[in-house]
């Protein structure tokens, strides 16, 4: 398989998982023996049980057609994967998030715009937090973060940059970093984060939405694909 093939796979797959895009390349058609098809469909069919038995917000880590196990953060998932499977592909997947969800829009509903109401009161609260709608910090706000966590450097570069991304008219796009770099910005999370996957495989990497109010969020997990270099 050659690079461009090798690339636009990764990408189709990595659509499909992220936003269950029914558009996209439909994995059924992805020939066995290619990254992680195989752990994909695994992951669907035993999905359920996994949500019955009282898995939800827990990480499934999947090799070849068997969840092996499941874990309480995806540090541990990782580490679990690779302890046992070295350089071999496998899947980290988050249990309870969508598989079959429409495919998000620009404006994400996990990184939303303020609605009118909203930024009108942000507006007005004139830099008083008690004034403003519950959840809004404005991006002058962001607080540094350690560095020594899982990306914390990524995070201090968005802080960093998203003053001048802001005035260059990005606002409301998707942002990919890595380290110290903003290595593109795309329209969409899809082709953010399906880039990312291309180019790093199992190497951390961020996508952060450019916002001018950013939503304070407290995600539970977030996932990485694995794949063969």
Not at 36 to 63: D, I, M, T
Not at 76 to 104: K, M, S
Request: net charge negative.
């Amino acid at each position: 398989m050659d690079e461009r093939a090798r690339r636009e796979l990764i990408k189709a797959i990595h659509i499909a998982i992220v936003t269950g895009d029914p558009s996209g390349p439909p994995l059924p058609d992805v020939p066995d023996g290619t990254p992680l098809a195989q752990e994909w469909r695994a992951f669907l069919r035993e999905h359920p049980r996994l949500l019955v038995g009282g898995n939800q917000n827990r990480l499934a880590l999947v090799k070849g057609d068997e969840v092996v196990s499941v874990w309480d953060t995806l540090r541990d998932a990782e580490q679990a994967g690779r302890e046992r499977f070295g350089e071999e592909p496998f899947l980290v997947y988050g249990i309870g998030l969508p598989t079959r969800a429409a495919p998000r829009s620009n404006d994400d509903p996990i990184f939303p715009s303020p609605t009118p109401e909203e930024l009108k009161e942000l507006l007005a609260s004139n830099g008083d937090r008690s004034r403003r709608p519950k959840g809004w910090i404005h991006h002058t706000e962001l607080k540094e973060v350690d560095p020594s966590k899982e990306l914390g450097v990524e995070s201090n570069t968005y802080r960093r940059e998203v003053g001048r991304l802001l005035s260059e008219g990005h606002e409301g796009r998707w942002v990919l970093i890595k380290g110290e770099q903003i290595i593109g910005i795309w329209d969409t999370f899809s082709d953010a984060s399906s880039e990312g996957t291309c180019r790093y495989l199992r190497e951390p990497f961020m996508v952060q939405r450019v916002q001018t109010w950013q939503r304070i969020l407290n995600l539970p997990y977030r996932f990485r694909l694995s794949c063969p270099s």
